[in-house]
């Protein structure tokens, strides 16, 4: 996928314009971020498709080393913790394949939901039609957030939020970094949501039995979102103090940066819901997923908090950068987390980690790499036609 040199229009989105005699002159930022005088920055440089290689980096010893170590651990844990792999295999037989389509679906329904979301927040950055900005239909968007996702299922250190925003550029010719700032703000959203949530299922679904070790993740958790929070604000309130230590040749990078975060944050309310809407999806799958083995036992509202305690678990335990799809340190918290609610069923926890995983990362990796291959076909067919 080469990119596009159609740019937009409007000063605010394009980095550099072309003066008569060739040379390259740079433009004033928007006004929406940098108030008063406008703001000159240097063209920076974009981010390219080598740079973001996905066989390179899959290819990389950082990446399949980790991931060998931890499939080895894996392995060896579920010797010494004794797990039959029979039993295992006749507890995925017998689940319900009702439930279990509906686990299905109900996790994909989220990717429309995440398309909305980031349209919105694409929009509030200024990415709108009276910018000269033409942003994809709900339907690419949500198979460039899609295509995201196998990224992040692929490789580690969510080499995919980026990659959402470099097939942004290719497709509207926007900003990268720009792009990659309402990413960003889409991350910080969830955190705070996902916590909210998670603590709340914790309460009801543990009250007074809750781990030390979990205590430990929460804290460590809120520090994350506290942390975030802060950046945000001293990003707003020192932008220009800032700009003037971020050296020029990074300095256009940082402006779309600061512009495509700060700028994201309008329209809460509806953006929180959808948020909202994205987890409860993510919820419902695992408790699908329980209900198809008769995983967990007690009232409909136990089951429910419980597998909301151990699905948003998960999600945050993907926050950890170290193998692609959390490989590993999914399975193993998923794993702990399970044994709080059926201690003794070991080979049917195993058996939902499974089933659950087969959901949220070997889908991805199946039908992701096709709908990567078809969008990467439509883009050369694209090129090699403006081409001829």
């Not at 995440?114 to 950055?125: G, P, Q, V």
């Not at 942003?135 to 460039?144: A, N």
């Not at 794993?335 to 059926?342: E, I």
């Amino acid at each position: 996928m080469t990119t596009h040199n159609r740019q937009p229009a409007n000063a605010s989105f394009t980095e550099a314009d072309t003066t008569e005699d060739g040379q390259e002159a740079s433009l004033p930022q928007t006004a929406s971020i940098e108030h008063g005088p406008a703001q000159v920055a240097e063209t920076p440089e974009e981010i390219t498709r080598d740079q973001l290689s996905l066989a390179r980096r899959l290819l990389n010893w950082r990446t399949i080393v980790p991931l060998l170590v931890v499939l080895a651990l894996l392995i060896f844990s579920a010797q010494k913790l004794n797990i039959d792999p029979a039993k295992t295999w006749a507890a995925i037989r017998a689940a319900s394949l009702p439930l279990f389509l509906a686990a299905f679906l109900t996790y994909y329904l989220s990717f429309p939901l995440r398309a909305l979301r980031w349209r919105l927040l694409l929009e509030n950055a200024g990415f709108t039609v009276s910018n000269d900005v033409r942003l994809p239909g709900l339907w690419k968007l949500t198979e460039i957030v899609y295509i995201s996702f196998f990224a992040n299922a692929v490789v580690p250190a969510k080499l995919g939020d980026l990659y959402r925003a470099y097939l942004l550029r290719q497709e509207i010719g926007v900003s990268t970094v720009r792009g990659f700032g309402t990413v960003l703000a889409e991350r910080l959203l969830d955190l705070i949501v996902l916590l909210l949530l998670f603590v709340s299922a914790i309460i009801i679904s543990l009250h007074a039995n809750l781990p030390a070790q979990l205590h430990v993740g929460l804290f460590l958790t809120l520090g994350l979102v506290i942390t975030g929070i802060i950046g945000l604000f001293l990003l707003r309130l020192f932008r220009q103090q800032l700009a003037r230590i971020i050296p020029a040749r990074l300095r256009g990078h940082y402006t779309n940066f600061q512009e495509g975060t700060l700028g994201s944050f309008q329209r809460l309310p509806l953006l929180t819901a959808l948020t909202v809407g994205v987890w409860s999806c993510e919820a419902l799958r695992f408790f699908f997923v329980a209900l198809a083995l008769n995983l967990i036992g007690g009232n409909l509202l136990h089951i429910l908090t419980a597998a909301c305690f151990i699905a948003l678990g998960e999600a945050l335990l993907t926050i950890v950068p170290f193998t692609g799809g959390g490989v590993g340190l999914v399975e193993a918290g998923m794993f702990a987390m399970l044994a709080l609610f059926s201690p003794a069923s070991r080979s049917l926890a195993a058996a939902a980690i499974l089933l659950d995983r087969t959901i949220s990362l070997l889908s991805i990796l199946t039908i992701g790499f096709i709908v990567f291959l078809i969008a990467f076909g439509r883009q050369a067919t694209k090129q090699r036609q403006q081409k001829s």
